[in-house]
């Protein structure tokens, strides 16, 4: 978080783990174990069929979406329901995980039994034999998991991982800035979304008015907040062709989309040389006109006593469709893991089990995305604050109608890293034609090796 957030992803609460613990987990990545995509593990049964151990068993996990402390609550009713089963949670940064996890993964450890899996990234992770084939252990999910998170964790028809959390976004706004300017607030509902080209202009009319800055994106540079931008306008994902390994982020609706992105910059709309980690800090300190980020954002906008702020729907472009951004985290299993059956049990507690581990932890930062677990998102006391008015209901209706999942490719990480380098660079002046034309041919150079 992640996620989210994170993410990469969407980008959820920093997750606090010190550098030690991810240098421990490429220390502890040096086991010897089957070829990753040779078998199915030894012990996997349907859910119907598991059987807790009779002597002690440690099972691994190494995660991102959440720190230590958050996964405390947990990890201790686990360990309560299942006192056989001992999980060792070993937390690390985001912007570490996917280093560490594939040196730990690629080194058959044999010691590692489950790892977040940031959902876009499940078609590659599949493809270089990392995930294990869940469609016999949890054949019935339909139902009990919200349909884009299953789609998510699905590749080649097969259940590959066991989606536990999604996402989407909000647009907030400072009410003071847009009173100062005469600017009315924008309604909650989805069907009186804002356009970006509206939300320009306000934000320029704040500025003239006192604002520092008119709109500010939570993750400036990362595909997963920005590829609404492309999709309103209809430039797709950003993949295509055969496998989806045919960059496609040249064509008029990226170009469109990343001309207006380019300009927000250009025009000091919004500012230069914020980095991810204090977006909303810039928002939260009364700065901004107009804020797009995630509900994971609300603890600390509403513990702002004197930040007066509301949300509405995620704009679209003028003549456009809305689309939302979404996804986060699922669980994969290790085929070279040891527990197979313990961590299949841990699975079934943490992503389905009478809504999952959402009844557990306090300040979920995101829906789970089991069904049941996710109204224990939406009842928390952050959602009763009258600033976060309508936030809700808003929420599931994005979830419901314009959520949109990222590029599946197994090329995913190489794009992904393509992007971001793209977006920085647009954000800093690059001409967007020059970035997303040098973009697609990092990721044509990367993507050879799949063709």
């Given at each position: 978080m992640k996620n989210f957030p994170t993410t990469r992803r969407h980008r959820l609460r920093p997750v606090?783990?010190?550098?030690?613990?991810?240098?421990?987990?490429?220390?502890?990545?040096?086991?010897?174990?089957?070829?990753?995509?040779?078998?199915?593990?030894?012990?996997?049964?349907?859910?119907?069929r598991l059987k807790d151990p009779t002597s002690p068993v440690t099972i691994t996990y190494a995660g991102a979406a959440y720190s230590a402390d958050d996964m405390k609550p947990v990890l201790d009713a686990f360990h309560k329901a299942h006192p056989n089963i001992t999980v060792e949670y070993q937390a690390v940064p985001f912007d570490q995980f996917n280093s560490v996890l594939s040196t730990r993964l690629s080194r058959k450890d044999s010691t590692l039994d489950l790892f977040d899996v940031d959902m876009p990234r499940t078609d590659a992770y599949q493809a270089r034999g990392w995930l294990?084939?869940?469609?016999?252990?949890?054949?019935?999910?339909?139902?009990?998991?919200?349909?884009?998170?299953?789609?998510?964790?699905?590749?080649?028809?097969?259940?590959?991982?066991?989606?536990?959390?999604?996402?989407?976004?909000?647009?907030?706004?400072?009410?003071?800035?847009?009173?100062?300017?005469?600017?009315?607030?924008?309604?909650a509902a989805p069907a009186a979304r804002m356009t970006w080209e509206q939300v320009t202009a306000d934000g320029k009319k704040a500025q003239k008015a006192g604002a520092d800055w008119g709109l500010l994106f939570d993750q400036v540079n990362r595909y997963y907040q920005l590829q609404p931008l492309a999709e309103s306008l209809g430039g797709g994902s950003g993949v295509t062709g055969k496998d989806n390994l045919t960059a496609d982020v040249e064509n008029a609706g990226w170009t469109k989309a990343m001309d207006w992105y380019g300009s927000l910059y250009k025009d000091k709309v919004s500012p230069r040389g914020v980095p991810v980690a204090q977006t909303p800090d810039t928002f939260a300190s009364g700065q901004v006109a107009f804020f797009a980020g995630g509900p994971w954002w609300a603890p600390q906008f509403t513990g702002e006593k004197k930040l007066d702020f509301g949300v509405a729907a995620y704009p679209y472009f003028e003549g456009g469709k809305a689309v939302t951004p979404t996804g986060g985290w699922s669980l994969g299993l290790n085929p070279a893991g040891e527990h197979a059956q313990a961590a299949e049990i841990f699975m079934k507690f943490m992503a389905l089990d009478n809504g999952g581990?959402?009844?557990?932890?306090?300040?979920?930062?995101?829906?789970?995305?089991?069904?049941?677990?996710?109204?224990?998102?939406?009842?928390?006391?952050?959602?009763?604050?009258?600033?976060?008015?309508?936030?809700?209901?808003?929420?599931?209706?994005?979830?419901?109608?314009?959520?949109?999942?990222?590029?599946?490719?197994?090329?995913?990480?190489?794009?992904?890293?393509?992007?971001?380098?793209?977006?920085?660079?647009?954000?800093?002046?690059?001409?967007?034609?020059?970035?997303?034309?040098?973009?697609?041919?990092?990721?044509?150079?990367?993507?050879?090796?799949?063709?």
């Amino acid at each position: 978080m992640k996620n989210f957030p994170t993410t990469r992803r969407h980008r959820l609460r920093p997750v606090a783990a010190a550098a030690v613990t991810a240098a421990l987990l490429v220390l502890t990545g040096c086991g010897s174990g089957s070829d990753p995509g040779s078998a199915t593990p030894s012990g996997l049964v349907p859910e119907s069929r598991l059987k807790d151990p009779t002597s002690p068993v440690t099972i691994t996990y190494a995660g991102a979406a959440y720190s230590a402390d958050d996964m405390k609550p947990v990890l201790d009713a686990f360990h309560k329901a299942h006192p056989n089963i001992t999980v060792e949670y070993q937390a690390v940064p985001f912007d570490q995980f996917n280093s560490v996890l594939s040196t730990r993964l690629s080194r058959k450890d044999s010691t590692l039994d489950l790892f977040d899996v940031d959902m876009p990234r499940t078609d590659a992770y599949q493809a270089r034999g990392w995930l294990t084939d869940l469609s016999s252990a949890f054949p019935d999910t339909s139902g009990k998991v919200d349909k884009a998170s299953l789609e998510a964790a699905t590749s080649d028809g097969k259940l590959v991982t066991m989606p536990y959390q999604t996402s989407s976004q909000l647009l907030y706004y400072n009410k003071d800035l847009l009173k100062k300017a005469g600017i009315p607030f924008p309604s909650a509902a989805p069907a009186a979304r804002m356009t970006w080209e509206q939300v320009t202009a306000d934000g320029k009319k704040a500025q003239k008015a006192g604002a520092d800055w008119g709109l500010l994106f939570d993750q400036v540079n990362r595909y997963y907040q920005l590829q609404p931008l492309a999709e309103s306008l209809g430039g797709g994902s950003g993949v295509t062709g055969k496998d989806n390994l045919t960059a496609d982020v040249e064509n008029a609706g990226w170009t469109k989309a990343m001309d207006w992105y380019g300009s927000l910059y250009k025009d000091k709309v919004s500012p230069r040389g914020v980095p991810v980690a204090q977006t909303p800090d810039t928002f939260a300190s009364g700065q901004v006109a107009f804020f797009a980020g995630g509900p994971w954002w609300a603890p600390q906008f509403t513990g702002e006593k004197k930040l007066d702020f509301g949300v509405a729907a995620y704009p679209y472009f003028e003549g456009g469709k809305a689309v939302t951004p979404t996804g986060g985290w699922s669980l994969g299993l290790n085929p070279a893991g040891e527990h197979a059956q313990a961590a299949e049990i841990f699975m079934k507690f943490m992503a389905l089990d009478n809504g999952g581990y959402a009844q557990y932890m306090s300040g979920l930062a995101v829906p789970p995305s089991n069904i049941e677990g996710a109204e224990t998102f939406y009842q928390q006391a952050v959602f009763q604050d009258p600033r976060m008015a309508g936030a809700a209901e808003l929420t599931k209706d994005e979830l419901r109608n314009t959520a949109v999942l990222r590029a599946r490719t197994v090329g995913y990480v190489e794009f992904e890293d393509a992007l971001g380098r793209a977006f920085e660079d647009i954000a800093n002046g690059t001409a967007p034609s020059k970035a997303l034309s040098s973009a697609t041919k990092d990721i044509d150079q990367a993507w050879a090796k799949y063709k």
